[in-house]
């Protein structure tokens, strides 16, 4: 999922060729420390905004720190809007964007949210509908949204944030690695042979783990991959009367599979191990194996910083019980209904989420950091599609797929595969990704972590269970 996706350290840039447009010495981006402050304030009442700059929340992960660096192109077509940026880590950015919002305070004008947020607050009345602003954006293009991702933006079929990014979960493996040891990988391998693959490719003493997954506690972080492996082993968090399951034999064989594989197979401090930790391991030649987000694409196959491009191959995540197994993902852009820059907040969204953005990026950029997974077109820029040769297909695949009826075995009450729509989840899920972090330190059972974690989705479901 989405969370923490920082990419390894890139080596410098050259210097941008001579005419181009000087950066805006009013445009303000706020680093973490600055931010913080700003967003303390705002959510105590005082406006970010207050001097008539378009105040854009976001998330500092890569590809939008990219778009920070190209706001040039964007002030020099609209020297009348001046942009503040408010970027932050994604925990931290939730939690101020979240509150913000739900207050009404307003102090945003473009907030970066998920498919998660999307449909709970447009329900709610918190955000402005896009598709009047759409229909007027010459060459906007909705219709080459991945309809995956489109779908899970839009309530009652009008878009209620559009997506800067999309994804998916796929398995990235070292080709070299496996032909070395005369294995193959299937096209849609299972958890069974995953393990087996690991257990052979594992080496400890030359530094390689036999695959790397995602230990960090987090609802975005180690339960994502998790989550797809209750779903695709016939489990599920709550039923269709919202009696929790986290207690029953599936998820627990599922989460014993994931812990046992881990602790076996993968990388050291895997307990603590997140998205940007995992794909340093992989992208450095530490890792035979990775499942995780479609999105590690942008850092695994970028020569500036990898050390494994051009000896990767792509496959569809592990199964067992469905045909399919990933999760959909997408960080996309809103406007509160409580911004009085509605306008403006359009022109900035339509130019980050526009289909002219991508080939700014590669060529101002890179091709391999444009935003992916969320334009069907971006696959058939001729320079992206030379580079994502190898990954485009199972990327779009997998998004293709993501859906309960492929991912899952069991009728649920609530949407979403990676994590469970509600907003109760964003403090369930921490919680109970904390009781399964604590199982792959070591420091307590998975049984131990499933009882308490099931305690804490009974509270949850009891509010549901007497709506019904």
């Not at 602003?133 to 060459?139: E, L, V």
């Not at 479609?294 to 199964?319: A, H, K, L």
Request: charged letters at 20%.
């Amino acid at each position: 999922m989405g969370p923490h996706r920082p990419r390894p350290p890139r080596i410098a840039r050259p210097a941008p060729p001579p005419g181009r447009p000087a950066r805006p010495s009013r445009r303000s981006v706020l680093g973490a420390g600055l931010a913080a402050s700003l967003g303390a304030g705002a959510l105590s009442g005082c406006s970010a905004g207050g001097d008539g700059s378009l105040v854009v929340a976001i998330v500092s992960n890569p590809q939008m720190q990219d778009a920070i660096g190209l706001i040039d192109h964007f002030t020099a077509e609209h020297p009348d809007i001046d942009v503040r940026f408010v970027s932050l880590p994604e925990n931290e950015a939730r939690a101020k964007i979240t509150a913000s919002v739900a207050s009404g305070g307003g102090e945003f004008d473009v907030v970066m949210i998920s498919n998660y947020e999307t449909p709970l607050w447009a329900a709610n009345g918190w955000l402005t509908d896009l598709e009047p602003y759409i229909a007027r954006t010459a060459g906007y293009a909705p219709e080459d949204f991945v309809p995956t991702i489109r779908e899970a933006l839009s309530v009652d079929g009008a878009m209620h944030s559009v997506p800067f990014y999309g994804e998916s979960a796929f398995l990235v493996y070292r080709e070299d690695l496996f032909e070395e040891a005369g294995l193959e990988m299937p096209d849609r391998p299972t958890w069974d042979e995953l393990r087996e693959f690991a257990a052979i490719l594992h080496d400890p003493e030359a530094g390689r783990a036999g695959i790397a997954l995602r230990g960090l506690a987090g609802w975005g972080e180690n339960l994502a991959p998790i989550n797809t492996v209750i779903n695709t082993f016939g489990g599920r968090w709550f039923d269709m009367d919202w009696t929790p399951h986290l207690d029953s034999p599936e998820v627990l064989e599922a989460v014993s599979t994931y812990v046992d594989t881990v602790r076996s197979f993968g990388q050291a401090g895997a307990a603590t191990s997140g998205f940007g930790d995992c794909l340093t391991l992989f992208s450095q030649g530490n890792a035979a194996m990775w499942f995780d987000a479609t999105s590690m694409v942008s850092g695994i196959e970028d020569p500036r910083s990898s050390t494994v491009v051009g000896r990767t191959g792509y496959t569809q995540g592990p199964t067992r019980d469905t045909d399919a197994t990933g999760w959909l993902y997408s960080w996309a852009l809103a406007i509160p209904e409580t911004s009085p820059r509605k306008d403006a907040a359009w022109e900035f969204i339509a130019w980050m989420t526009h289909p002219d953005y991508f080939p700014l990026v590669g060529e101002e950029v890179g091709w391999e950091a444009l935003p992916p997974g969320s334009r069907l077109s971006t696959y058939e820029i001729p320079e992206y599609a030379e580079l994502s040769s190898t990954y485009a297909e199972p990327t779009l695949s997998s998004m293709e797929s993501a859906t309960q009826d492929n991912a899952m075995t069991q009728e649920v009450p609530y949407p979403g595969l990676q994590f469970v729509g509600i907003p109760e989840f964003q403090d369930l899920g921490t919680r109970v990704g904390q009781q399964l972090s604590a199982a792959i330190a070591g420091s307590k059972s998975v049984e131990e972590a499933l009882e308490q974690s099931q305690t804490f989705a009974a509270s949850v479901a009891r509010t549901y269970q007497e709506e019904g």
